[in-house]
């Protein structure tokens, strides 16, 4: 949840004890809260609030607002509060832009709010349309100070006379005849000319306005800027949809309100940034994937069965198992999401081998001297429970991930019920379906298998003898994969999530300290003319002054949020490198420079967690933090496998502090409002009222230019009601400078600085061990500490609840295994040995060159759901060939033999229709495509250690617990 505090301007050590530190200490007291984070600037306080994982969202909500009510009563301050649950609606889905060469600023703004946000609003779904980079049109009274002197005119005098010529009161009510007549007093300027002629009155003079002043047209002063692809004036509007809205719909939406409405020929509008582009390619690649997947299925199923026509009626459980899982997803409110999808790609084999299983048993007893449909009926009910038990199997492997935590547990809880919705119906479909088919489809003379089939199984039987005859063997295969895959763990590459080309990204920057807004676009400038040059961008936005998820930074900060376009002959990886190339080689002067696509920002707002590694310096002076990190930074820069050190301190300034000198009553009649007052005339302007022009508000500005070339601050004149004549500043307030001032970031009420790091290639393994020997040799003063967060963390604690799944679902596998077998060694062999598959996991990755993060630890699951199937259906065999009186060797052989076809023919199925996702055919596949190698490496030695390693490894153990 992040609440953002807007207090207009002021100090930060004011802000951090009249908001931060009673809001902090306010929201952790909250039931359920984990952690509260901080970060405090002028006036301005983000909080980033944290609760258990067990925690109803909206329940959080309810206790924050109320704890916030509460809490706004107490600190008794002045201050919008925005509180916001980290949902869909936290997140503009989409970036608009009205742009133009020459049409005035406040022109935008007013077609924006009074034109494009009412018809937006009207749009079921959309939930708010916040403008950035607008204003408010202004009328301006400049006072002339000459004048004023030379009368002996107060300003503050003048300026509460303009305040109080716009009036509107309920004066009363009386009756006359059968009506009730209300009356109200109303006085307000009409125009510009209107407002020069308010009559003034001092020292029984009466005077008009235009005496003294002058008006014209002017803006509410922006302290930020935004540019879309270059144009000099631009006004942005971003599109919020709510939490149950379909967001392709919502933007489509917005597209054909916009498109409707006539805007001035000056004005273009721009459609700088759309998540729902990489959402709708990326669901589109993946249903692309599957349905290639599911023609390589039939491919690979039409070769083993040697009949086309049969194949193509086998296959048919897939498009009936995977349009009743959507429905029942569809139904029950689930989403249709990557995920999902994933799921679904990854259950396609499952449901095949539900197919052939049943399709294989009826085929092989379809020419037994009794009538078909007798055949068919007893064949399926044989095979019956075995295939529940397998499938039960699977679904208690995937079960246990819908008690995961944290962001995987959003990432895997939708995958896992799709897999289990497809497996449930898969079941149904082939007990039910296909032995219909089978009994229409299957000859009563069923042909032998194809030639090429019967060689691989004659190859096969004779490998199985000779792997039987030297038991032993089995044993040293066993020993090998154990410590490959030790060994292979310890030494590959471990990430977090994986990475993948969302088609747009951003670029946040700081400047030196102090630079105004137009000093840091000068510097920006040159990395706008790099953006803007290269071939494969399509539309950029700028904001200074301001970010894609900060409506106030400091002047020398902003953001760049880049898009790409669709058909580029680079990916988005290799742009955001060029671009970092060239602004390294250019610019020098920038204190921080970063890149990261937006929905991976986003989750890492969702996480807490933004980089690889976050440095977290813990200790009580700001100072001495920043000190700290800024030694953290330089040292760990030296390491030349990091890209990208940042210490994410925000410095504000340069300050101007101002006090009221003790004698400036006594001796001038001068208050600290007065000199305030007077400052602010001169700084920003004062606003005193307003008046409607049509539906547009124009606002009332005094406002006296000031130029510090030609007359320091200390020399603005102030009216003394004491002297009757004005004086400098200088002779009643104290004046202070300060350059720069570190915005404060704290966590649980403790402060804190915190460096960020990325890797040039993402390895959090090797990233530890090298930041860990930086870190040991920095000596920390007493009280100050450092912690160790980011992806890493996130990492590490993902890794353990898998871990925790797996074992889990390891254990309710052996317990399924040992009630059906009544054998704990048939259970454990089948546990044991084929849970060695994680060895072609890792190797595939290896080689690969991928690392080893959640989705391949899902991959795992998937693996370890398969060929335990595999076991199960083996030792079925084996146990009813034990039954008709077969020796051990002759049984085993013989449920072997009956294995091989389906076995290998579900894992070609399996392997090669994962192969499109493992290549990563189509935008955003690369989500789940370490998923799919690993589910291809570890089926690959799946299959040997089902067909040739489990059996032999069986054996082996029945005759030690036969001596």
């Known amino acids: 949840m992040v609440i953002t505090v807007n207090a207009n301007y002021e100090p930060i050590s004011k802000t951090l004890s009249n908001i931060t530190i009673p809001m902090e200490e306010g929201i952790k007291s909250v039931e359920g809260v984990q952690e509260v ?21 909206y329940r959080a909500f309810q206790l924050i607002n109320s704890k916030i009510s509460e809490l706004q009563m107490d600190m008794g301050v002045k201050a919008k509060f925005d509180i916001r649950l980290m949902g869909p609606s936290a997140y ?68 509460d006379q303009i305040k109080n010529y716009a009036q509107n009161h309920f ?22 000319q209107d407002i020069l002629n308010i009559p003034i009155y001092y020292n029984d003079q009466t005077i008009l306005l235009k005496d003294i002043a002058y008006v014209v047209k002017g803006n509410y002063p922006m302290l930020s800027y935004v540019n879309v692809d270059g144009y000099p004036t631009s006004v942005i509007f971003n599109i919020h949809r709510t939490n149950d809205a379909n967001a392709i719909n919502v933007v489509n939406k917005v597209d054909d ?36 997947g599911s023609l390589i299925t039939l491919v690979v199923i039409a070769i083993f069965l040697n009949n086309i026509r049969l194949s193509l009626l086998t296959a048919i459980v897939i498009p009936i198992s995977i349009l009743c899982a959507l429905l029942i997803m569809y139904l029950i409110n689930g989403s249709l999401n990557l995920m999902s999808l994933g799921g679904l790609a990854a259950s396609i084999g499952a449901l095949v081998d539900h197919a052939i299983v049943v399709m294989e048993n009826i085929e092989k007893n379809i020419n037994k001297p009794r009538p078909k449909l007798e055949s068919v009926i007893n064949a399926s009910s044989e095979i019956l429970k075995p295939m529940t038990l397998a499938t039960l199997t699977s679904i208690s492997v995937f079960a246990p991930l819908f008690f995961l935590s944290g962001i995987i547990g959003v990432f895997f809880k939708e995958l896992a ?44 039987q004779k490998l199985f003898n000779g792997f039987y005859n030297k038991k032993s063997l089995s044993i040293l295969i066993v020993i090998f994969l154990v410590i490959g895959s030790f060994l292979f763990y310890k030494s590959m590459k471990t990430g977090f999530l994986p990475e993948w080309d969302e088609g747009m990204f951003v670029l946040d920057f700081t400047g030196p300290s102090g630079a105004s807004v137009q000093n840091t676009y000068e510097i920006v400038k040159h990395i706008e003319d790099i953006v803007a040059s290269n071939k494969d961008v399509k539309h950029y936005s700028l904001r200074i002054g301001a970010s894609l998820g900060q409506p106030r930074n400091p002047a020398n900060k902003g953001d760049m949020l880049i898009t790409l376009k669709d058909h580029r002959s680079k990916s988005i990886f290799e742009v955001m490198r060029e671009i970092r190339e060239k602004v390294d080689a250019k610019i020098h002067v920038l204190k921080e420079f970063d890149m990261a696509q937006v929905l991976r920002d986003r989750l890492g707002d969702i996480t807490g967690q933004h980089a690889p590694f976050s440095v977290i310096i813990h200790g009580s002076n700001p100072d001495t933090l920043v000190r700290l990190g800024e030694e953290i930074r330089t040292k760990v820069k030296k390491d030349p496998i990091f890209k990208e050190v940042n210490l994410k301190t925000l ?77 400098p500043v200088s002779l009643v307030a104290n004046i202070k400078f300060e350059k720069n001032v570190p915005g404060i970031s704290r966590r649980n009420l403790e402060n804190v600085a915190v460096v960020r790091v990325k ?34 963390k996130e990492q590490q604690q993902s890794f353990k609840q898998m871990s925790i799944v797996i074992t ?135 299959v040997f250690l089902s067909l040739l390693v489990l059996p032999v490894f069986y054996s082996f153990l029945r005759s030690i617990a036969n001596r």
């Open 37 to 57: 984070r901080s970060r405090t600037g002028p006036g301005l306080v983000m909080l980033n609030v944290y609760f258990n994982p067990n925690v109803n969202p």
């Open 92 to 159: 503009s889905i989409a970036g608009y832009a009205l742009v133009s060469k020459n049409a005035p600023i406040n022109e935008l703004s007013n077609i924006v709010r009074y034109t494009i946000k009412p018809a937006l609003l009207s749009i079921q779904g959309v939930y708010e349309v916040d403008m950035v980079g607008g204003t408010y049109s202004t009328v301006d009274i400049t006072l002339n100070p000459s004048t004023l002197q030379k009368l002996n005119l107060p300003v503050n005098a003048i300026l």
């Open 171 to 192: 004066i009363g009510e009386y009756k006359q005849k059968n009506f009730s007549v209300l009356v109200f007093g109303i006085q307000t300027p009409k125009d510009q």
């Open 257 to 292: 309100t916009l498109k409707s409405l006539k805007l001035p020929p000056n004005v273009k509008m721009v459609k700088w940034f759309d998540v729902t582009d990489f959402i709708s390619s990326s669901i589109r690649s993946v249903i692309d994937a599957i349905l290639i």
């Open 417 to 460: 019920l799709s897999v289990i919705l497809a497996l449930v119906i898969s079941q149904l479909v082939s007990m039910s379906i296909t032995p219909s088919i089978a009994y229409m489809a299957i000859p009563n003379t069923v042909k032998d298998e194809p030639k090429w089939l019967i060689k691989l199984t004659y190859i096969y």
């Open 651 to 727: 410095f504000y300034g340069p300050y101007y502090y101002v006090s009221l000198k003790q004698n400036a009553y006594a001796d001038y009649g001068i208050t600290y409002d007065d000199v305030i007052k007077s400052l602010k005339l001169h700084l920003w302007g004062i606003t005193l009222t307003n008046y409607l022009q049509g539906e547009k508000r124009v606002f009332i500005r005094a406002y006296e230019p000031f130029n510090p070339n030609d007359e320091p601050l200390k020399d603005i004149n102030i009216y003394s009601p004491k002297k009757h004549m004005y004086i």
């Open 759 to 792: 890797m040039h290639k993402e390895n959090l393994a090797l990233g530890i061990r090298h930041l860990r020997a930086i870190l040991d040799k920095i000596i920390m003063p007493q009280g100050y500490y450092y912690t160790i967060e980011g992806f890493y």
């Open 808 to 942: 889990f679902s390891t254990l309710i596998v052996l317990a399924l295994l040992i009630f059906q077998f009544e054998s704990f060694l048939k259970a454990i062999s089948v546990i044991f040995v084929l849970s060695l598959s994680v060895f072609g996991v890792f190797l595939a990755l290896i080689i690969t060159d991928k690392p080893l993060d959640v989705t391949s630890f899902m991959g795992m699951l998937l693996v370890l759901s398969v060929v335990v199937n595999n076991g199960i259906l083996i030792f079925d065999y084996y146990n009813n060939e034990l039954r008709d009186g077969f020796e051990h060797k002759d049984a085993l052989i013989r449920a072997c033999k009956k294995r091989f076809r389906p076995i290998l023919m579900t894992m070609v199925a399996d392997v090669f229709g994962f192969l499109p996702i493992a290549l990563a055919i189509g935008r955003g596949t690369e989500v789940i495509q370490n998923m799919a190698i690993s589910v291809m490496g570890g089926l690959s030695i799946g």
